[in-house]
Antibody, heavy 124, light 107 residues
Framework: QVRLEESGPGLVKPSETLSLRCTVS?????????WAWVRQPPGKGLEWIGT???????YYTPSLKSRLTMSMDTATNQFSLRLASVTAADTAVYYC?????????????????WGQGTMVTVSS | DIQMTQFPSSLSASVGDTVVITCRASLSITTYLNWYHQQPGKAPKLVIHPASSLQPGVPSRFRGSGFGTDFTLTITSLKPEDFGTYYC?????????FGGGTRVDIK
């Protein structure tokens, strides 16, 4: 059974960098899947943050692109997110997810496995 | 960005009812439309992709249809575990975008 688990601090101060890690079990980061982050502000809907694949390439949502870095470590089967200069608007539950696709990472993708999510609050 | 609009935003239904949720894209996404179900405090779960294929393990009372800009998710014989919020998501173009959600409550 494929399992994803997010880890990282639950509280980040404004203007600092939010760092999260996703540990993947029973599915290799190398291969036919892609790996993504999705967030959900309290009481609101879902927002795709970005997708990374085993080549190291990545796609980011335009609104976060200037502050966002995603990376992966195939040796430990983990991938990570770093979001710089955070504000209260970045307060959300952050999910890591596996993206399968019938076409490519940018077309035809669907999130078939999700982590349980981790709440990150931006506050001083 | 492709805007995804869901309606209704919420509805009340009883166990055994049939529920129809609509998702409209701001431009054609052919069949690149997925549906997710989220229960309170839990991660979303994939229900249908793309447009009409059931995710393995999802019961046949769920049905997706549509093409282009208009899509529907139909749930027949509603069960207690079906309550929660449903989201559509397009994967025709980046950035990937979700609809605002449809909350299905118990009447």
């Amino acid at each position: 059974q494929v399992r994803l688990e997010e880890s990282g601090p639950g509280l980040v101060k404004p203007s600092e960098t939010l760092s999260l890690r996703c540990t993947v079990s029973n599915s290799s980061l190398i291969g036919s899947y892609y790996w993504a982050w999705v967030r959900q502000p309290p009481g609101k809907g879902l927002e795709w943050i970005g997708t990374i694949f085993d080549s190291g390439d990545s796609y980011y949502t335009p609104s976060l692109k200037s502050r966002l870095t995603m990376s992966m470590d195939t040796a430990t089967n983990q991938f990570s997110l770093r979001l710089a200069s955070v504000t209260a608007a970045d307060t959300a539950v952050y999910y890591c997810a596996r993206l399968a696709s019938v076409v490519t990472a940018s077309v035809g993708g669907f999130f078939d496995v999700w982590g349980q999510g981790t709440m990150v609050t931006v506050s001083s | 960005d492709i805007q995804m609009t869901q309606f209704p935003s919420s509805l009340s239904a009883s166990v055994g009812d049939t529920v129809v949720i609509t998702c409209r894209a701001s431009l054609s996404i052919t069949t690149y439309l997925n549906w997710y179900h989220q229960q309170p405090g839990k991660a979303p779960k994939l229900v249908i992709h793309p447009a009409s294929s059931l995710q393995p393990g999802v019961p046949s009372r769920f049905r997706g249809s549509g093409f282009g800009t208009d899509f529907t998710l139909t749930i027949t014989s509603l069960k207690p575990e079906d309550f929660g919020t449903y989201y559509c998501q397009q994967s025709s173009n980046l950035p990937l975008t979700f609809g605002g959600g449809t909350r299905v409550d118990i009447k």
